[in-house]
């Protein structure tokens, strides 16, 4: 298995809250993702990073932030958690020339109460 | 903006049926067309099709890249229930290697 790691793996908070879920890789890859999956949306990118600090926003990037200030942690955070943002939330990993696209986490399963 | 469209989004079919999922894009600065499997977790990989590789197959499953039309297509031959999953196509591309996903295809296979 990719050396990719989430942390925490079951969160329940409640809403106000700051809630941070954090990437652990130890594949050295350049690209990480953060997607949140929905019944009848796929996987959907919240935030990506293509290197150290180098961040971009996804498609549903409102109410996330994100930081990477080293290769191997990149950190999801909501600023105050909603009850929308009730989710399962996968991180991804990647590197060019690899041939595979790209290495998921086991995901996080986030209530918001 | 980018867009990947998935058709259909759901198919349910008979234990050695063949099937045909869809994939077509939108997108600037294609780099690849990806195809993973998700069951009850993670997804897992299944294909990349990129300029230089436009067919791939993998026992009873292979799928094609038509960069013409932008699209691709995963057919699986002689269903089995243990391909009941979900079927997510996704496109890698621009400058800073951008994956996004389709809505994916639920495949279920009856007995």
């Known amino acids: 298995d990719a050396g990719i790691t989430q942390s925490p793996r079951h969160k329940v908070t409640e809403t106000g809250t700051p809630v941070t879920l954090r990437c652990h890789q130890t594949?050295?890859?350049?690209?990480m993702y953060w997607y949140r999956q929905d019944p009848g949306h796929g996987l959907r990118l919240i935030h990506y990073?293509?290197?150290?600090?180098?961040?971009d926003k996804g498609e549903v990037s409102d109410g996330y932030s994100v930081s990477r200030s080293k290769t191997e942690d990149f950190l999801l955070t909501l600023e105050s958690a909603t009850s929308s943002q009730t989710s399962v939330y996968f991180c991804?990993?990647?590197?060019?020339?690899?041939?595979?696209?790209?290495?998921f986490g086991q995901g996080t399963r986030l209530t918001v109460v | 903006e980018d867009k990947v469209v998935q058709s259909p989004l759901s198919l349910v079919v008979h234990e050695g049926d063949t099937v045909t999922l869809n994939c077509s894009y939108e997108v600037t600065n294609f780099r690849s067309l990806l195809w993973y499997k998700q069951e009850k977790k993670a997804p897992t990989f299944l294909f990349m099709l990129?300029?230089?590789?436009i067919e791939k197959k993998s026992g009873r499953l292979s799928s094609i890249l038509d960069k013409k039309e932008l699209s691709s297509i995963l057919n699986i031959t002689a269903t089995q229930t243990g391909d009941s999953a979900i079927y997510l196509c996704?496109?890698?591309?621009?400058?800073?290697?951008?994956?996004?996903f389709g809505t994916g295809t639920l495949l279920a296979v009856q007995p």
């Open positions: 996704a496109f890698q591309g621009g400058a800073t290697n951008k994956l996004i």
């Open positions: 990073s293509y290197g150290v600090k180098d961040t």
């Open positions: 990129t300029s230089s590789g």
């Open positions: 594949e050295n890859h350049r690209y």
């Open positions: 991804a990993i990647s590197e060019l020339g690899g041939g595979y696209g790209a290495f």
